[in-house]
C-alpha cells in the first residue's frame, strides 16, 4: 500500500525558523515526520541559556510528552555511537572491495531471519545497524553499477510499515554521525529504493539547514537531457516534493536548474507549478516569505529568458530539449506539452479579452512577449506548431492594437512574425487574413505614429520591407527581421517567396513606395539614441536600388530636411545616405550617358549657405554683407557678435530645417560638409567620363568651398569623436585629399590651452570687450605695452569662437608689433593669439593677415581705423602665393611675425598645388581632342602624351613658385649694414635664420627636387655657411654636386665648389670625401682649359674653399698643394708674358697696376680685399695662392687640435 509521508510546507518552515509557537498549533501527525528532530531539541544542552530559549524547551518537551512514539526516539538517541563510529568505517572498508555480499558485514553479524522481521524484533542498536548496513550496501551497488539504474529489492524499504521507524533510525544516524555519513550521498542512495523521494523529504525535514545543498547535488548528479528511464523520473519526482515542502525555494532550484544546465523539464514544472501556486493564492500563514514568490506566473518570461538570454549554452541546453521533447512519450514530452498547453491557454485568454479584433491595452505587452517566444520557440527550438496554436496565433497576430509604443512594438513583432514564421500562412483563410491586417496597418500608419508619439513607427518597417522585397534583398529582410525580434534565427529565402509575392504585387508596387517614402515625414533630432527602423533606412535602401531616379521621385529636399534635422550623436545610416545620394547624383544606374532627369538634385550653394547662417558661422555667409562691403571691408568676413554668442550653442542647436532661426546642430553642419567634399571628390574622380558622356553636374564654386568652415567642423568632430565616429575619418581623408593646406602638421600638433589655465585665468572683473577697447589697447602698444599685454592675455582666455569678431582689428594692428620698441612678451602674446584664430576661419585669416603687411608709404604713421582699400582676397592668394611674402621689411627682422608668415606661405603654397591639381582634374581633355592632336597642350595624338604635357606644365609652375619663396627667404638671411649699426638686430637676424633654415629643411624634406632647383639657380656664397650649418637636410646635395660641376657657367661651378668645401666640413662622410676630390680634380682640369681673361675670375673665389677641404679631409692635402702649385707657375708664366717680374710681389704691384692701366684709386692706395675680389687679375691671383699656401699650413697641416 502507498505510505503518506510528506511533510507539511507549514510544518517545514516552522522547524526552518525554529518558530515553536508556529509548532505548538500542528497536530501530532503533522510533527511525526520531525520528530527526531524535536527530539534531539529537547534532550540535547543548548548553548543558548536565555530564558526564551528555556521556555522554547519546556513547549518542545510539552508538545512530545503525548506522543508515544517518542520513546522509541529516545532509546535511538541513548546507544553507544562510539562503537558504531567504528564499526560504521570498517562498514564502508568492506563495501569499497568488489564482489562484496550482503552477507558479508560487520554492522549486522548472523543475520537469522529476513531484514524486514529482524529489524521488526531487534532493539534499538540492532535496529540502527540493520538500516546502516542495507544503505551502505546498496550504495556500494550503485557505485558498481554505474550505466544502468540499480533498483534495490529490500523488505526493509519495501514495506510501508516499517518507513516511519526506517526514516527516524536514518535522521539519528546522520545527526549523529555526521563526520562519517554524508546526507549528499545518502540521499543519493535512496534515490535506488522504494519511497526513496518520501524518505528523502523526511530526512531533509529534519535537517532543514541541507535542504539547499541535497538539492544542489541532486541536480548536478541529474541529466543534461531527461532520457526514458525510471532514475530520470525518481529523481524529478524528488525534487518536485522537496520544492512542495518548502514554496519559497521553487524559483531558486529552477535557477539551479539553468545554473548547471540540467534536468530541464523539472525546470518546466517547477515553473507550471509555480504559476498554479501564485495562481491559487498561497495562504500567507503557511508562507512569511511568501514576497518571494512573484505576482503570477513568469513562465513566458523564464522561457524567453532561456532561448533569447546572452548564454549560449543555455539557450543550446534548452533547444535540445524541446527538439527531443518532440521525438519522445515519456518525461520530456510531458514537461513540453505542458508548457504547450500553458502559453495555449494564455493565448486564449488574450483573445478572449479581445472585442471585435481589438486588442486592450492591458493585454499588448503580454501579447508581444508571447508572439516572441513563439518565434524563439520556432526559429530556435525547432518546434513545430500544432493546427490549435497555428489558429490562435494568427488570431492574435493580426489583433488590432491600440495606438501606443506597446501598440507599434506589438505591430512590429507581429510584421517580422509572418517572415520568421511561414508556416503561419499555410491555410488559404489565414494567409487572407494576414493579408487584410498588412493593408490595415498601411491605411493606420499615419494615425498611429501621431498618436502614439513614436518617432520609429513599423510604417518604416513596412516601407523597408517592401524595398527589399523589389529589390531582392532577401538576406537584408532576414536581418531586418532578426534585429526586430532580437533574435539570430534562420529564415531560408525560399520560405519568403510567399510573403515577396504579397507585398511586391498585392499590397506594395515599387512606384507605390517610391511616392509614399517622399511624403513620410522626416525625424525630428535624428540622433543615435532614437532605436528602431526609421524613414531614413527606408529612404536609403531606395537610393541604393535607384528606385527614385527609376520613377523620377525628386529627393533631394526631403534628404537635405533630414539633415538639418540631426543631433548628435551621429545616426550611422546618415554618412551612408550621404555617400548613396551622391553617387546617385553623379554616376548613372546603367552604363553608358544617361538623360538628366535619370539622377537625382544636387543640393544648392544657397541651401547650405542657410544651415551656416544661423550657425556661428552666419557672418561668413551673409550676402548682404558681402555686397554691402565689396568696395570697404575685407572680403574675408568675419562672425558677427550676435553669431558669436550663439558658438557655444552649437553642439546643442537642434536641426531646423535649415532656414529657421534656432542655430543647426554640429552634426548638420558637418553632414553638410561631408555632401559637399565627398560630391566634388567624386565629381572629380569621374570628370573624364562625365566629359566623355557630354553630361554636365553642378560644380561647386572655389569662393563657395572657400567659405566653408572646415577646418573648424573637423576639430569640433575631433574633440568629440565618440558621437562622429563614422564621420570623422572619412572627412579627414577628404580634407587630406583636396584641402592639405587645411592639414598641415603644425596646425595639428599645436594644441589648444584649456580655458581656465594658470596663465591664462580669466579676471572675474574684466570688463567686456569692444572693438573701441581692442584699437585703443593697440594705439598704446608702444608707450603702455602693459596695457595691450592684459588685452592679449584677455583674448588668450576666450574661447577662440569669441575672440573672433575682433580678428579683423587684431590683424590690422599687425605691424604695430614690428616696431623696435614693442617688447618681445607683447610679439610672443601677438603670435598665440593669432595661433588661435588659425584654429576657427584659418584662410580668411590668412588673407586677412597677407592684406595687413603690405607695406605702404604713411607706415609710420599711427592708425586706429581699419583701411579701407582693397585687401588681398583668399582666391588671389592662392592663385599667387608668392604675395604673402611682399610683406613689410620689418618682418624679416622679428622672429614671432616671421613665423606667423612662414605658417601661411607653407599654407598658400599648399592650396596653391592642390588648386592647380583641382585644375587639371576639373577640366580633362576630350577623347576626340586627344586623337587628332588638335587640343590641350600638347601636340601629340593621344591622351596620355597630352596630360602627359598638362601635369609637366603644372609641376613646373609649382616649381617655379616655391623655388622663388625659397629664393625670397634666404635673401632674407643675408646681414644688411643697417644690422651692425642697430642694437640686438644681430640677435634677431639669428633667430630669423634659425626659423628660415627650419622652414627649409621641411621643404627640402618633402620634395627633395627642389632642393635641386634652388641650388642650380644659385643663391649668394655668403649664405653657404648659414644654409649647410642650419638646414640638416643640405646633406641630399651631395647626390647632385657632380651633376653642378658639370654645368657650363663658371658661375655654378665655383658655387659648387664653395657648397663642397662647406658640406665636407659640416658632414665629414666617405661620399663627402669623393665628391671633395671630384672637385679637385675638377679645378685641375679647369685650370688648363680656361683662358687667361677668366682664369683669376674663376679661381680666385675658389681657393677659400680649398683651405676648408684640406681641414676636413687632410689626405686631400697633397692634391690641393699640387694644384696650388700648378696654378702659382701659371700666374708667374702669365706675369713673364706681361713683361714685368712677378718678385716681389707686394713691392712692384703699384707699378703693375699702373702699366696695366687699371689704377683704382689715387696716389699710393692699396686695394681693398673686397676690390681684389671684385677686380680679380694675375697679381691678386699669385697674392691669394701664396695665402691659400699659409692657411693650409696653419689650418690642416701644423694644426694643434686634432680631434
Given amino acids: 500500500m502507498n505510505y503518506d509521508c510528506t511533510v507539511s510546507p507549514k510544518v517545514f518552515q516552522a522547524i526552518q525558523n525554529v518558530n515553536v509557537e508556529e509548532l505548538s498549533k500542528c497536530s501530532a501527525k503533522e510533527l511525526r515526520p520531525i520528530l527526531p528532530c524535536l527530539v534531539r531539541m529537547s534532550l540535547i544542552s543548548p548553548t543558548d541559556s536565555t530564558r526564551e530559549c528555556a521556555e522554547a524547551r519546556k513547549c518542545i518537551l510539552t508538545l512530545l510528552s503525548g506522543i508515544e512514539l517518542v520513546n522509541a526516539i529516545v532509546a535511538l538517541l541513548s546507544i553507544d555511537f562510539h562503537t558504531l563510529e567504528t564499526d560504521v568505517k570498517k562498514e564502508q572498508q568492506l563495501r569499497q572491495k568488489l564482489g562484496n555480499t550482503q552477507q558479508e558485514s560487520v554492522l549486522v553479524q548472523s543475520l537469522q531471519s529476513s531484514m524486514a522481521l529482524e529489524f521488526e524484533r531487534s532493539d534499538s542498536t540492532r535496529r540502527l545497524r540493520l538500516v546502516l548496513s542495507e544503505i551502505l550496501f546498496i550504495q556500494s551497488q550503485v557505485h558498481e553499477q554505474r550505466h544502468e539504474f540499480y533498483a534495490k529489492q529490500s523488505d526493509l524499504f519495501d514495506n510501508s510499515v516499517y518507513i516511519e521507524e526506517v526514516c527516524d533510525v536514518i535522521c539519528i544516524a546522520l545527526a549523529e554521525l555526521p563526520t562519517i555519513l554524508a546526507i549528499q550521498d545518502i540521499v543519493e542512495t535512496l534515490l535506488h529504493v522504494k519511497h526513496g523521494p518520501q524518505i528523502i523529504c523526511w530526512v531533509v525535514a529534519n535537517s532543514p539547514d541541507s535542504f539547499k545543498e541535497v538539492c544542489t547535488s541532486l541536480i548536478a548528479n541529474g541529466e543534461r537531457q531527461e532520457e526514458e528511464n525510471i532514475g530520470g523520473r525518481i529523481r524529478m519526482q ?35 507549478e509555480h504559476s498554479q501556486i501564485a495562481q491559487d493564492g498561497i495562504s500567507q500563514e503557511c508562507m512569511d516569505d511568501a514576497s518571494a514568490l512573484s505576482e503570477g506566473s513568469d513562465i513566458v518570461a523564464f522561457v524567453s529568458g532561456l532561448l533569447l538570454g546572452n548564454d549560449q549554452q543555455v539557450r543550446n541546453w534548452f533547444a535540445m530539449f524541446v527538439r527531443n521533447g518532440q521525438k ?68 492574435l497576430l493580426t489583433s488590432h492594437p491600440p495606438p501606443s509604443p506597446a501598440g507599434v512594438r506589438f505591430v512590429s513583432l507581429g510584421l517580422c512574425m509572418l517572415i520568421a514564421c511561414p508556416s503561419l500562412l ?138 538639418c534635422s540631426s543631433v548628435p550623436p551621429l545616426h550611422p545610416v546618415l554618412p551612408a545616405l550621404v555617400e548613396v545620394y551622391v553617387n546617385s547624383i553623379l554616376m548613372p544606374s546603367t552604363k553608358g550617358a544617361s538623360p538628366p532627369e535619370h539622377t537625382n538634385r544636387p543640393i544648392g550653394e544657397e541651401e547650405i549657405r ?103 567642423l573637423l576639430q569640433q568632430a575631433q574633440k568629440d569623436q565618440l558621437s562622429y565616429a563614422g564621420l570623422f575619418s572619412p572627412l579627414l581623408r577628404l580634407l587630406a585629399t583636396h584641402f592639405p593646406h587645411l592639414s598641415l602638421v603644425d596646425d595639428w600638433l599645436y594644441e589648444e590651452l584649456p580655458d581656465g589655465t594658470v596663465e591664462n585665468i580669466k579676471r572675474k572683473n574684466q570688463a567686456p570687450l569692444s572693438e573701441q577697447s581692442v584699437i585703443e589697447a593697440f594705439s598704446h602698444i608702444q608707450d603702455c605695452p602693459a596695457r595691450t599685454g592684459l588685452l592679449l592675455q584677455q583674448l588668450l582666455s576666450m574661447p577662440p569662437t569669441d575672440v573672433w569678431p575682433f580678428a579683423e582689428i587684431f590683424v590690422h594692428h599687425f605691424k604695430s608689433i614690428l616696431d623696435d620698441r614693442v617688447p618681445r612678451y607683447i610679439q610672443e602674446l601677438y603670435k598665440r593669439v593669432w595661433l588661435r584664430l588659425n584654429t576657427v576661419l584659418p584662410r580668411c585669416l590668412w588673407a586677412m593677415t597677407t592684406h595687413a603687411l603690405i607695406p ?62 583641382r585644375q587639371l582634374l576639373d577640366h580633362p581633355l576630350a577623347i576626340s581632342n586627344a586623337n587628332s592632336g588638335g587640343g590641350g597642350f600638347g601636340t601629340g595624338g593621344s591622351q596620355l602624351s597630352c596630360d602627359a604635357e598638362r601635369e609637366e606644365l603644372r609641376g613646373a609652375l609649382v616649381a617655379t613658385q616655391e623655388s622663388a619663396a625659397v629664393q625670397i627667404l634666404l635673401e632674407a638671411c643675408l646681414e644688411m649694414p643697417e644690422d651692425r649699426n642697430k642694437p640686438g638686430q644681430m640677435w634677431a637676424l639669428r633667430e630669423v635664420r634659425s626659423l628660415i633654415c627650419s622652414f627649409l629643411h621641411q621643404v627640402f624634406i618633402a620634395d627633395p627636387h627642389l632642393a635641386k632647383l634652388v641650388h642650380f639657380q644659385g643663391y649668394p656664397r655668403e649664405l653657404l655657411p648659414v644654409s649647410v650649418q642650419g638646414i640638416p637636410s643640405m646633406h641630399i646635395c651631395l647626390d647632385f654636386i657632380p651633376e653642378l660641376l658639370s654645368q657650363p657657367a663658371l658661375e655654378k661651378q ?137 692657411d693650409i699650413l696653419s689650418k690642416a697641416v701644423l694644426k694643434v687640435k686634432i680631434y
Fill in 238 to 272: 524528488a525534487l518536485s516534493m522537496l520544492c512542495q515542502m518548502n514554496p519559497v525555494q521553487f524559483l531558486a532550484i529552477r535557477a539551479k536548474c539553468v545554473e548547471l544546465c540540467r534536468m530541464p523539464a523539472l525546470a518546466i514544472f517547477l515553473s507550471l
Fill in 328 to 395: 519522445r512519450k515519456w518525461e520530456s514530452h510531458s514537461a513540453l506539452q505542458s508548457l504547450r498547453d500553458e502559453l495555449t491557454r494564455r493565448l486564449q485568454n488574450i483573445i478572449q479579452h479581445s472585442i471585435d479584433g481589438q486588442l486592450p491595452e492591458s493585454r499588448v505587452v503580454q501579447a508581444s512577449a508571447l508572439l516572441r517566444l513563439y518565434c524563439a520557440l520556432r526559429g530556435i527550438a525547432g518546434i513545430k506548431f500544432q493546427e490549435d496554436e497555428v489558429g490562435l496565433v494568427v488570431e
Fill in 426 to 563: 499555410g491555410q488559404h483563410e489565414h494567409e487572407k487574413q494576414s493579408i487584410d491586417w498588412v493593408k490595415w496597418l498601411v491605411r493606420e500608419e499615419a494615425y498611429f505614429e501621431s498618436a502614439s508619439g513614436v518617432a520609429a513607427s513599423f510604417g518604416e518597417m513596412l516601407l523597408l520591407m517592401a524595398i527589399h522585397f523589389h529589390s531582392n534583398q532577401l538576406s537584408a529582410i532576414c536581418d531586418l527581421v532578426c534585429a526586430t525580434l532580437g533574435m539570430k534565427i534562420p529564415i531560408r529565402p525560399n520560405n519568403m517567396t510567399r510573403m515577396k509575392t504579397i507585398f511586391t504585387q498585392e499590397i506594395f508596387t515599387e512606384q507605390v513606395v517610391t511616392a509614399h517614402a517622399v511624403k513620410v515625414p522626416v525625424t525630428a533630432d535624428l540622433s543615435a539614441k532614437i532605436s528602431g527602423f526609421l524613414p531614413v533606412h527606408c529612404i536609403h535602401q531606395l537610393l541604393k536600388s535607384r528606385a527614385f531616379t527609376k520613377h523620377r521621385v525628386p529627393i533631394k529636399n526631403w534628404i537635405y530636411r533630414q539633415i
Fill in 610 to 712: 542657410r544651415v551656416f547662417q544661423n550657425s556661428v558661422f552666419g557672418a561668413q555667409f551673409d550676402t548682404k554683407r558681402k555686397r554691402r562691403g565689396s568696395s570697404r571691408s575685407s572680403p574675408s568676413l568675419c562672425f558677427g557678435s550676435e553669431a558669436s554668442r550663439e558658438a557655444q550653442e552649437v553642439d546643442k542647436g537642434g536641426g531646423g530645417d535649415g532656414s529657421s532661426s534656432q542655430p543647426p546642430s554640429l552634426t548638420s553642419q558637418l553632414l553638410l560638409l561631408y555632401y559637399v567634399l565627398l560630391y566634388e571628390d567624386t565629381r572629380l574622380a569621374s570628370m573624364q567620363a562625365l566629359t566623355a558622356a557630354n553630361r554636365q553636374v553642378k560644380s561647386y564654386s572655389a569662393e563657395f568651398l572657400s567659405e566653408l568652415p572646415i577646418k573648424y
Fill in 856 to 917: 605702404h608709404d604713411n607706415d609710420t604713421k599711427v592708425k586706429s581705423a581699419i583701411p579701407v582699400s582693397m585687401p588681398k582676397s583668399q582666391e588671389s592668394i592662392v592663385l599667387d602665393p608668392l604675395q604673402v611674402l611682399r610683406c613689410h621689411p620689418s618682418v624679416f627682422r622679428c622672429a614671432p611675425a616671421l613665423s606667423v608668415v612662414l605658417r601661411v606661405l607653407e599654407a598658400s603654397l599648399a592650396a596653391s598645388r592642390s588648386q592647380l591639381s
Fill in 1054 to 1190: 665655383v658655387f659648387a665648389v664653395d657648397l663642397v668645401s662647406h658640406l665636407a666640413v659640416q658632414y665629414a662622410l666617405p661620399k663627402s670625401l669623393s665628391v671633395a676630390r671630384l672637385a679637385l680634380n675638377t679645378l685641375s682640369t679647369l685650370l688648363g682649359v680656361l683662358p687667361s681673361e677668366s682664369r683669376a675670375e674663376f679661381f680666385q673665389p675658389a681657393l677659400a674653399a680649398l683651405v676648408r677641404i684640406c681641414m676636413a679631409f687632410p689626405p686631400l692635402v697633397d692634391d690641393a698643394v699640387s694644384f696650388l702649385m700648378q696654378l702659382g707657375r701659371v700666374c708667374v708664366s702669365q706675369a713673364s708674358l706681361d713683361g714685368l717680374s712677378p718678385f716681389p710681389v707686394l713691392q712692384c704691384r703699384k707699378s703693375r697696376w699702373e702699366f696695366r692701366g687699371e689704377k683704382v684709386g689715387g696716389g699710393d692706395k692699396e686695394l681693398t680685399e673686397d676690390e681684389r675680389e671684385f677686380f680679380p687679375t694675375n697679381d691678386t691671383l699669385y697674392e691669394e695662392v701664396q695665402k691659400t699656401f699659409s
